[in-house]
């Protein structure tokens, strides 16, 4: 005897991407924002200013990749269950991208599922890691490798937040910047070799440039089942490099800047791209004094860490690749020697 369940049906996760200055929230029930000490002695005023909530409690936890884990989750949640947040209360993630990650995780898992909000503070945050609905944290085996799907509610994105971001986290977000335009629009990278973040209107031109691109893949792939797989440039070895340095040495742009240098140099040895391109890629991740090389110990166990790559299988391994510059290819063909090869130009001396 077989018995189905009939569990066909359209869900419309669709919400807005707000630029500008911070919109009026308003909200009936409770409202839990995370955030962490810094953001909150900078920015935590101007949020409540806009914010209009039956009750509004706020939870802190410690800034740094190195806190995205299961301790911090079960925090937050006995902080939610502390304040006695319902399924019809909402949670705001108010900072960075492991903030918004966390936050995002966290209101997946409390009471199976509650709505969220995000308020990203940061370059990288505005430009990518709000949007999409991708949250998690990390273990040993590698960054994000428990989290689920689960689409915010709304995004709002602020530029005047970022007036306070230190230099290193903006370079963090440029490099977030240049991964989507590399990947997808020549045009666009074309722009950022010719005008600086720094300056005049430029800076929000490039994140609304950025979030609608981010935003067409994510309509296209919401859960990464093909296309969205090619946000990763950079990341299969940048990952790497954040976990051998157990999030401590590099921001995530930063080493996302790495693995972009990395990536280039494996497409130009499989013909995807050649190495003046490489260069110009380079040029415009420099102005920004991101960090572009990483000394590597052990060519065999780094290599070995790119089979717990999310993308990856038992078998192979997902590369995400520039096809020239504007272009995207994502294969798992790449024989081991050509890319050991690539990782001996950095073994450490």
Same mark, same amino acid.
């Given at each position: 005897m077989t018995i189905n369940i009939a569990l066909n049906r359209t869900i419309d996760d669709?919400?807005?991407i707000h630029i500008g200055p911070l919109n009026e929230i308003k909200y009936d029930g409770k409202v839990a924002i995370l955030t962490n000490p810094k953001v909150a002695g900078l920015h935590l005023k101007t949020l409540l200013s806009r914010l209009s909530a039956k009750e509004v409690y706020i939870i802190t936890i410690a @800034?740094?990749?190195?806190?995205?884990?299961?301790?911090? *989750?079960?925090? %937050?949640?006995?902080? !939610?269950?502390?304040?006695?947040?319902?399924?019809?209360?909402?949670l705001i993630a108010f900072g960075g991208g492991v903030i918004g @990650? !966390?936050?995002g995780f966290a209101s997946s898992l409390y009471n199976r599922g509650i709505d969220f909000i995000q308020i990203p503070t940061t370059l990288l945050s505005q430009v990518d890691a709000s949007v999409g609905g991708k949250t998690g944290i990390n273990n040993k085996y590698g960054k994000n490798l428990i989290g689920a799907f689960h689409q915010p509610k709304a995004v709002? %994105?602020?530029?005047?937040?970022?007036? +306070?971001?230190? #230099?290193?986290?903006?370079? $963090?977000g440029v490099a977030e910047i240049v991964k989507m335009a590399v990947t997808f629009n020549a045009q666009f990278f074309e722009w950022l070799e010719d005008n600086d973040l720094r300056e005049g209107?430029?800076? *929000?031109? #490039? *994140? +609304?440039?950025? =979030?609608?691109?981010? $935003?067409?893949? =994510?309509? #296209?792939?919401?859960?990464?089942?093909g296309l969205r797989a090619a946000l990763n440039y950079g990341h299969t070895f940048g990952h790497v490099i954040e976990n051998e340095t157990r999030y401590e040495t590099y921001l995530h742009g930063e080493s996302v800047a790495i693995g972009m240098i990395m990536a280039n140099d494996l497409a130009c040895d499989v013909e995807l791209m050649n190495r003046e391109e490489a260069k110009r890629i380079r040029a415009v991740l420099e102005r920004y004094d991101l960090p572009l090389t990483?000394?590597? #110990?052990d060519i065999e166990k780094f290599y070995q860490a790119f089979f717990l790559d999310k993308k990856s299988s038992d078998a192979s391994i997902t590369f995400i690749l520039p096809h020239s510059i504007g272009g995207v290819k %994502?294969?798992?063909?790449?024989? $081991? @020697?050509? =890319?050991?090869?690539v990782l001996k130009r950095y073994e450490e001396a």
């Open positions: 669709s919400y807005p @800034d740094g990749e190195q806190y995205k884990n299961w301790e911090s *989750i079960e925090f %937050i949640l006995d902080r !939610m269950f502390d304040h006695r947040l319902n399924r019809k209360s909402l @990650d !966390m936050g709002h %994105i602020d530029p005047s937040f970022l007036t +306070t971001l230190p #230099a290193r986290e903006f370079g $963090a209107d430029n800076l *929000i031109m #490039a *994140i +609304t440039q950025a =979030v609608e691109t981010k $935003a067409k893949v =994510v309509e #296209a792939d919401e859960k990464e089942q990483y000394p590597i #110990a %994502i294969t798992d063909s790449i024989p $081991a @020697d050509t =890319v050991k090869n």
